[in-house]
C-alpha cells in the first residue's frame, strides 16, 4: 500500500527562525511530490516536484526531491507568524491521479 | 479566476438523515475528485471523475456514498443514510491534467459531523 510519512509531527519556533519540514514516500510507479499549506480551510499548493536534485524556490520556502532516497524536504527561512499552519506532503502515482497524504506537519510560530 | 468552491461549509445531521454536497470546480478542469479528512487521520482519496465518467472510485467506503458529476461540471456527493463514523472534513479538488501531471487544487471544504 501507498504510504507517506511526514515528521516532525509538530514544532513551535520563534519568529526569524529557519525549520526544515520532512517527508518520505513509498509510492508505486511515483510520478510525483506536491506540498501544500493548509491554514484554515483549503489546502493551498506550494510546489510539485519531479525530478531528483532541482530546487524549486518561491520567497523564503524551498523544497527538493531526492528519488533515489525517497523523500523531500520543504525550508521555509525567517519564519514569520502567517507561516503557521499544517503543510501536507502528498505523492501522486504515473498510473492513478488519486493523492496519497502524508498526515502533515504543524508549524506554530510564535513572536 | 474563481476556484474550487464547496457548499455547505458545515452540514450537521442525525444518524439515518441523507446529505448531499455541492462541488463547483475552477472553470475548465476536467479532473474532478474527492477526498476526505476524519478525525485524526490524513486525507484520503474517495473518487476521481474525467468530465461526467468515473475514472477511479476506489476510495469509496461503501454503497452509502454516491457521486455523481452532471455534464462534467459541478459535481455532488451524496451519503445515505449517515452514519457516525461518516463525521470530516470532504474536500473537492480539481486540475487540468491528470495522472500527476498537474496539481490540484482544493475548495474549503464541508466539514460533516453526523450525530
Known amino acids: 500500500e501507498d504510504k507517506v510519512v511526514q515528521s516532525p509531527l509538530s514544532l513551535v519556533v520563534h519568529e526569524g527562525d529557519t525549520v526544515t519540514l520532512n517527508c518520505s514516500y513509498e509510492v508505486t510507479n511515483f510520478r510525483s511530490l506536491l506540498w501544500y499549506k493548509q491554514e484554515k480551510k483549503a489546502p493551498t499548493f506550494l510546489f510539485m516536484l519531479t525530478s531528483s536534485g532541482i530546487e524549486k524556490k518561491s520567497g523564503r520556502l524551498s523544497s527538493i526531491l531526492d528519488k533515489k532516497e525517497l523523500f523531500s524536504i520543504l525550508n521555509i527561512t525567517a519564519t514569520q507568524t502567517g507561516d503557521s499552519a499544517v503543510y501536507l506532503c502528498a505523492a501522486t502515482t504515473g498510473t492513478a491521479s488519486k493523492l496519497t497524504f502524508g498526515t502533515g506537519t504543524r508549524l506554530q510560530v510564535t513572536l | ?100 501531471y498537474s496539481p490540484l487544487h482544493f475548495g474549503n471544504g464541508t466539514r460533516l459531523t453526523v450525530t
Not at chain 2, 8 to 32: A, F, M, W, Y
Not at chain 2, 80 to 99: I, K, W
Open chain 2, 1 to 100: 479566476e474563481a476556484g474550487v468552491t464547496q457548499f455547505p461549509s458545515h452540514s450537521v445531521i442525525e444518524k439515518g438523515q441523507t446529505v448531499t454536497l455541492r462541488c463547483d470546480p475552477i472553470s475548465g478542469h476536467d479532473n474532478l475528485y474527492w477526498y476526505r479528512r476524519v478525525m485524526g487521520k490524513e486525507i484520503k482519496f474517495l473518487l476521481h471523475f474525467v468530465k461526467e465518467s468515473k475514472q477511479d472510485e476506489s476510495g469509496m467506503p461503501n454503497n452509502r456514498f454516491l457521486a455523481e458529476r452532471t455534464g462534467g461540471t459541478y459535481s455532488t456527493l451524496k451519503v445515505q443514510p449517515a452514519e457516525l463514523e461518516d463525521s470530516g472534513v470532504y474536500f473537492c479538488a480539481s486540475s487540468q491534467e491528470a495522472r500527476g
